[in-house]
């Protein structure tokens, strides 16, 4: 069974730092890995999907890496801001998405 | 990009009971799923939503207790049934898309259930 683990489970920065969000997953054989957005009340937002066959994926300050062989994935934002607070979710697909649980993230201003 | 309308966002129930939730899309679908969202936990898959045929459920979760419909493509019911308090969660319903490349799936924004 595909196992996905979010560290850290929650981070506070100040505004303007580049930050890191790791996932990692125990089953290498994967069809993407996808990384989402929740905000309260508002479900979730895809932010960035990556093939299996893909190292990596960018959009405006996000960048996501994946490294399959290892069972990881980094999300790097760049230049936080206030409205980038969130909690932000990785999953993996077989199936169906498998999901970790998620980074809680403050950006204070 | 689907628009996934849920409802009720939100509701209050009394043990025993049962709630209906909806999912509305925009635009027709390929897959229609209904996922679950325990407090401090990670989304775990309740079923595929089926269209005109039974849904395909996940392992720990059962027709009777969370029936589920999807009578064309952009239209689908999660049922959650004699209620109890270990039910209260957030429940989710997902879509991929044929437009959608990759199998991105969308979400609409959930139905935060509270059951006393």
């Known amino acids: 069974k595909q196992e996905v683990t979010q560290i850290p489970a929650a981070l506070s920065v100040p505004e303007g730092e580049n930050l890191v969000l790791n996932c990692s997953f125990t089953?290498?054989?994967?069809?993407?890995l996808q990384w989402f957005r929740q905000d309260p009340g508002k479900g979730l937002t895809s932010l960035l999907l990556i093939q299996s066959s893909q190292r990596e994926q960018t959009s405006g300050r996000l960048n996501a890496s994946l490294d399959k062989s290892s069972g990881r994935s980094t999300l790097y934002i760049a230049a936080s801001q206030p409205g980038d607070s969130a909690t932000y979710l990785c999953?993996?697909?077989?199936?169906?998405?498998?999901f970790g649980k998620g980074t809680s993230l403050l950006v204070t201003p | 990009s689907a628009v996934i309308s849920q409802k009720p966002s939100r509701d209050i129930c009394q043990r025993g009971t049962s709630l209906t939730i909806q999912c509305q899309v925009d635009s027709q679908v390929t897959m229609m799923f209904w996922y679950r969202q325990q407090p401090g936990q990670s989304l775990t898959l309740i079923a595929t939503?089926?269209?005109?045929?039974?849904?395909?459920?996940e392992s720990g979760f059962v027709i009777d207790k969370f029936p589920i419909s999807r009578p064309n493509l952009t239209f689908s019911t999660l049922t959650v049934s004699n209620m109890s308090p270990e039910d209260s969660s957030i429940y989710l319903c997902?879509?991929?898309?044929?437009?959608?490349?990759?199998?991105?799936?969308?979400f609409g924004s959930g139905t935060q259930l509270s059951v006393l």
């Open positions: 999953a993996v697909s077989g199936y169906a998405l498998n």
């Open positions: 939503a089926n269209q005109g045929s039974e849904a395909t459920y």
């Open positions: 997902s879509v991929t898309t044929p437009q959608a490349s990759n199998e991105k799936l969308f």
């Open positions: 089953d290498s054989a994967i069809y993407n």
